[in-house]
């Protein structure tokens, strides 16, 4: 999967076209020769590049992880002496350890708003399996009237005009969405962990209509999965 330049946070429009003119001419040889052919690219513009990953395989000759994509950028930002100057530097590798899977995620939100590896929950599949927390696939399969526990990252909350106060959350797991329905007393009695949190836990009782499910809430809790931003359209 490729995330469009235009999901880069704070990477202005005429950089990004910039980057692509210079990209169709040729292929970029290193993290400098970048910099040099794009200076368009702002420092910060190429450090997010980095450490969202963008810059990795930049190089034919080699394949960079994110710190040692960071370092290059750092050192193309120097000034070269007259000896050495128009002088592409070949990328290399960094004294630097591999970002973990939360400092990958973490940055993946931060800087494009997703991520193209696994959903945070991914990582967390197991624990929720052996806590009897469903994945929303497997809420989707469950038959009306059963108990159920889901837990996800928020992507929605909603309150229609229309629906007499009923509050509706959207979950996003690894394998797709749970659709929640919260009714007025348990929003009074959960405000706090339906409104604040980026990862809750929910437990209540499924509706399954005609092929459509929702987890009727009964008990919601805040979780904590990352600290990646995962961002959620709110009443919107």
């Not at 990953?53 to 710190?67: C, E, K, V």
């Not at 950028?73 to 290399?92: M, N, S």
Request: hydrophobic share 40%; charged share 25%; net charge positive.
């Amino acid at each position: 999967m490729r995330v469009g330049l235009r999901y880069v946070r704070r990477l202005q429009q005429i950089a990004g076209e910039s980057l692509v003119q210079a990209r169709q001419q040729r292929p970029f040889a290193s993290t400098d020769d970048l910099a040099r052919r794009v200076p368009e690219l702002s420092r910060n513009n190429l450090r997010m590049l980095a450490q969202i990953g963008a810059l990795n395989n930049i190089s034919a000759d080699m394949s960079l992880h994110r710190r040692d994509a960071l370092w290059q950028v750092e050192k193309a930002g120097c000034k070269a002496g007259p000896l050495l100057e128009g002088i592409v530097e070949q990328d290399a590798p960094s004294p630097l350890a591999r970002m973990d899977v939360e400092e990958r995620l973490v940055s993946d939100y931060y800087g494009t708003g997703m991520t193209t590896g696994p959903h945070p929950m991914y990582y967390r599949r197991e624990e929720m399996r052996s806590l009897n927390i469903k994945s929303a696939a497997e809420l989707r399969a469950m038959e009306n009237g059963m108990k159920a526990t889901v837990a996800g990252a928020v992507i929605t909350r909603q309150r229609p005009g229309t629906a007499k106060g009923l509050i509706f959350l959207t979950l996003e797991d690894e394998t797709g969405n749970a659709n929640v329905i919260v009714m007025p007393d348990i929003y009074e009695k959960y405000r706090q962990a339906i409104l604040e949190p980026k990862f809750v836990c929910v437990s209540g009782t499924v509706q399954n209509q005609d092929g459509i499910v929702h987890l009727r809430a009964k008990q919601v809790e805040a979780l904590t999965i990352s600290a990646a931003q995962v961002a959620s359209h709110d009443f919107h």
